[in-house]
């Protein structure tokens, strides 16, 4: 059964926590093979199901969504981890594209200061339909750095580094991929795009990769925040529960990963120095697998105020927050707002020598796989308290501000951190509900939490 876009089918007429009281458990599907699944195995009262069995709650991948979505009838209280057409905002070209168009709407409606809190992102153009524009834009800054990304591959694949057109005309010749990854550029695999849209690019942060490979040509941060003398950026948690009206949670854990090797300038053709994608990272000779290649974000967020001061760290964290709300607004009207969907998205942020955060794109569905104990505890901890969030046991209110780790970002407007506070941003003391990089005393919140909720229920019952 096909079904419309836009349009949300109803379930058999039971609310929500009627229909949900009468199923002894929950049902879920996933096709991955980490983390994940070792928190929706301990998750009680969550069954596995297989094959073609029916299922409550579905961690798909997104080539899964691309090929059966329209076509799967879903339950109301049934529930799946992707928005329809996520590469919106996942896909880097078609990000860049939303961005540039939401700038323009805001210049036009709120003048060119509102419009400015849209510059962060580097300077980017579409390979090669926008390659005049590009070349244009090359000749009138000779001498940087740019780099060239497939717009739908993951893990580093297919980039490389060029300062002169010469590369370019390389990659034209269809030679890409040569310099950075020449051991790890894959074939394009055969798939044709979606009729009447964009096409998808799969999840834990591997992409699908299209016939033609369209590449963005993005000037590169040539400045970027050095801790000894290495380059990093930043992986961050978002996770969107509805776009219309939009409702956002940001997570308080999330990592920097670190190149292996220090930054230099003088060889564009490393990738060790460049990139700092873990499945880069970890190839390297240098890697230590025991000592890995992160930083806990609490732990960089203390080095930073050590260095610069608290007022500092504040600045280039609520510039950060700036990136996640206006990323998710430049998609809001773009994207199926489908009650069904909920979506985790991992952002990756270079910070440059300013303190300056930058956005280099937005990931489907990060990776689940972990690289060190560590990391095993941030994904599990994170995913649990994803499932809280998407609440298939409906246990919330709906007017929780802070779940486990998750705290309410936006709800349709910015949260505020105070309690009872209005949620409008006024003019005063607002500050927002956002603790990026602060403690995530998660166990003691939720036990705290879901306490408070088992007796509102016992007093109301
Ligand atoms: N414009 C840029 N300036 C500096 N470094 C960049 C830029 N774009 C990407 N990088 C580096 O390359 C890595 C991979 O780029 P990214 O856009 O995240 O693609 P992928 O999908 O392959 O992860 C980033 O993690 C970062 O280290
Ligand atoms: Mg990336």
């Not at 909720?453 to 019952?461: E, F, G, V």
């Amino acid at each position: 059964m096909s079904r419309p876009k836009n349009q949300n089918y109803k379930g058999h007429g039971l609310s929500k926590g009627k229909e949900r009281e009468q199923r002894a458990s929950i049902r879920f599907k996933t096709t991955l093979m980490n983390t994940l699944m070792d928190v929706l195995r301990h998750r009680p009262g969550w069954v596995e199901v297989k094959d073609e069995g029916d299922w409550d709650f579905y961690w798909c991948d997104v080539s899964w969504l691309r090929e059966n979505f329209d076509h799967t009838y879903m339950d109301e209280h049934m529930r799946i981890s992707h928005f329809r057409n996520h590469y919106e905002l996942t896909r880097k070209n078609y990000m860049v594209k939303n961005l540039k168009r939401f700038r323009k709407q805001l210049e036009r409606e709120a003048g060119k200061l509102e419009a400015a809190k849209c510059d962060f992102f580097p300077k980017t153009f579409e390979m090669p339909c926008e390659y005049h524009l590009f070349v244009e834009e090359f000749r009138k800054n000779p001498g940087i750095t740019w780099i060239m990304k497939p717009v739908a591959r993951s893990q580093g694949k297919g980039i490389f580094l060029f300062r002169r057109l010469k590369d370019i005309m390389d990659w034209r010749k269809g030679t890409a991929g040569k310099k950075l990854t020449s051991s790890e550029a894959q074939p394009a695999r055969s798939a044709v795009n979606p009729p009447g849209g964009h096409d998808a690019r799969s999840s834990d942060d591997q992409k699908d990769e299209i016939p033609v490979e369209n590449y963005v040509a993005q000037r590169y941060i040539e400045n970027p925040y050095l801790i000894g003398g290495r380059k990093f950026d930043l992986r961050v948690y978002v996770l969107v529960m509805s776009y219309i009206p939009l409702r956002a949670w940001l997570y308080r854990d999330g990592f920097a990963r670190f190149s292996n090797t220090r930054f230099t300038l003088s060889s564009i053709d490393d990738q060790y120095v460049h990139l700092t994608n873990v499945a880069v990272q970890k190839t390297s000779p240098d890697y230590h697998p025991k000592k890995g290649c992160k930083w806990m974000i609490q732990r960089f967020r203390q080095y930073l105020a050590s260095k610069h001061g608290p007022e500092a760290v504040e600045t280039l964290f609520s510039d950060m927050d700036n990136i996640f709300i206006r990323s998710l607004q430049s998609v809001q009207k773009v994207i199926i707002s489908d009650k069904h969907c909920f979506e985790l998205y991992g952002y990756d942020i270079l910070i440059d020598q300013d303190l300056k955060p930058w956005l280099l794109e937005v990931n489907a569905s990060p990776s689940l796989t972990a690289s060190s104990q560590e990391d095993y505890e941030l994904k599990t901890c994170l995913l649990e308290d994803t499932l809280h969030v998407v609440d298939m046991e409906a246990r919330l209110t709906g007017r929780e501000k802070r779940v486990g780790g998750f705290d309410l970002m936006w709800n349709d407007g910015p949260v505020s951190r105070e309690e009872g506070a209005p949620d409008l941003s006024g003019m005063g003391n607002f500050v927002t509900n956002t603790h990026l990089g602060c403690v995530n005393d998660r166990k003691k919140q939720l036990r705290q939490l879901f306490r408070s909720l088992q007796s509102q229920k016992k007093a109301s019952s």
